[in-house]
């Protein structure tokens, strides 16, 4: 079954503390893999996008990692911001028996960052 | 500018009175998703549009219909809603429905069912 599992559930970090969350997916096939960043209330954006020939892509202080041997990925947060804290969705891209695209989304990880 | 717009951003109905969300963009994107999204939970894809092609995930129920008139707008209708319908309503679009092309969400809708 195609799964995307993200840990922790939630954190909470000190105002410019570093911190690392983790994406494990068993889709296959498997095509890409983004990050989104989801504020209270709001839709996801974007944060970065990998294929399976990646192995880090950053964007701004934010830098994923992926290795698409053990399916697995993380988000490393440098410097924490309070407007870091939010929901980080992990959702992977793979390819239906139909040969269409389907994106399966993790549950998140909520972000809690304290001043 | 916001490129994709959702209105309501909050909708209150009650049980059974049925209910019409909007979705536009400025994107001039083929295809329109719609999402439901449960405290804490991922984002559920109920269905997308690919141009006027519509797509129904299979386990979305049939209370739940959707339009799109033309390319900038869709709708997702509630026919009779129940408790358990109150979510957050995410729509988003993309170019085309393949994997390197970004998915751009809306705000959302959030329901409340009384």
């Known amino acids: 079954k195609n799964q995307v599992e993200q840990s922790p559930q939630s954190l909470i970090i000190l105002e410019g503390k570093n911190c690392t969350l983790q994406?494990?997916?068993?889709?296959?096939?498997?095509?890409?893999l983004r990050w989104y960043k989801q504020d209270t209330g709001r839709g996801p954006v974007s944060l970065t996008i990998m294929t399976f020939s990646e192995n880090t892509k950053s964007n701004g202080r934010y830098t994923a990692t992926l290795d698409a041997d053990t399916k697995q990925s993380s988000l490393h947060i440098t410097a924490s911001q309070l407007s870091d804290s939010a929901s980080y969705i992990c959702v992977v891209t793979g390819l239906t028996t139909s040969g269409t695209y389907k994106y399966i989304f993790g549950t998140g990880t909520r972000l809690k960052v304290l001043a | 500018d916001a490129m994709v717009i959702q209105n309501p951003r909050y909708q209150v109905t009650q049980f059974g009175k049925p209910v019409t969300l909007s979705c536009s963009q400025t994107?001039?994107?083929?295809?329109m998703y719609w999402y439901q999204q449960k405290s804490s939970q991922a984002p559920k894809l109920l269905f997308h549009y690919y141009d006027k092609d519509f797509n129904n995930e299979a386990d979305t129920p049939d209370n739940f219909q959707s339009r799109r008139p033309n390319t900038s707008f869709c709708f997702l209708d509630i026919r009779s809603p129940g408790l358990g319908d109150a979510a957050m309503y995410l729509c988003a679009t993309s170019r085309v429905v393949e994997p390197t092309y970004e998915q751009y969400f809306g705000p959302g809708t959030r329901l409340t069912v009384t």
């Open positions: 994107l001039n994107h083929n295809v």
């Open positions: 994406c494990n997916y068993t889709v296959s096939p498997f095509s890409n």
